[in-house]
Every structure is written in structure tokens, then in C-alpha cells.
């Protein structure tokens, strides 16, 4: 049996929330799918070996160490669009 230990669902939020360095960014790109709508980011070309999904539309894909190697968001216009507006909204209103 692989005694592999994966990073769970807290601990990925906690790292990209602090903003951790751990995970290599200069290798970073970007392919958006119009057709499925489907953004996907690609911080390392490792194999992925498991996924863990933070919320319904966005996947966090993981290689064999448990570390962060891509995301995927579905729906991804819309996610950015309303992410965007709760940012803009927080700082017109001026919410912490």
C-alpha cells in the first residue's frame, strides 16, 4: 500500500488563501475551453495522480506528493464575472 499522504480540501484552501509559496508559479498557464467553458490552470506539467474538489465547479488536480500541480474552474466566465463583482462591490462599499 502507498503510504502517499494527499493534501486535504482545508489544507489546499489554507495554503492559497495565505498565499503560500509552495507551490512553483513561474511554469504557470492558462488554457480556457470557450466551448465547455471550462478554465483550466496549469502551475506544473506532473502527472496527476488525485483531485480534490473545493466547491462544485472548481477542482484542485494534485500529483503523486499530494502537491498542487493544476485547477480547474467550470463555468468558469461566470465564476470570474461574479468574483470579480464581489470584489468591486466589497471595495465600493467598503467591506474588510
Known amino acids: 500500500m502507498d503510504n502517499t499522504s494527499f493534501m486535504t480540501k482545508t489544507d489546499i484552501q ?3 488563501s495565505s498565499g503560500s509559496k509552495q507551490f512553483e ?3 504557470t498557464h492558462l488554457m480556457y475551453f470557450e ?3 471550462v ?3 496549469v502551475i506544473s506539467d ?3 495522480a488525485g483531485s480534490v474538489e ?3 465547479n472548481i477542482t484542485v488536480e494534485l500529483n503523486d506528493k ?3 500541480i493544476g485547477i480547474e474552474i467550470l463555468e468558469a466566465s461566470h465564476f470570474i464575472r461574479d468574483s470579480i463583482m464581489e ?3 466589497a471595495r465600493v462599499l467598503r467591506v474588510p
Request: without cysteine.
Open 87 to 89: 470584489s468591486v462591490q
Open 35 to 37: 466551448k465547455g467553458d
Open 14 to 16: 489554507n495554503q492559497w
Open 54 to 56: 473545493l466547491s462544485p
Open 25 to 27: 508559479m513561474n511554469k
Open 46 to 48: 506532473e502527472s496527476e
Open 66 to 68: 499530494g502537491e498542487m
Open 39 to 41: 478554465l483550466h490552470i
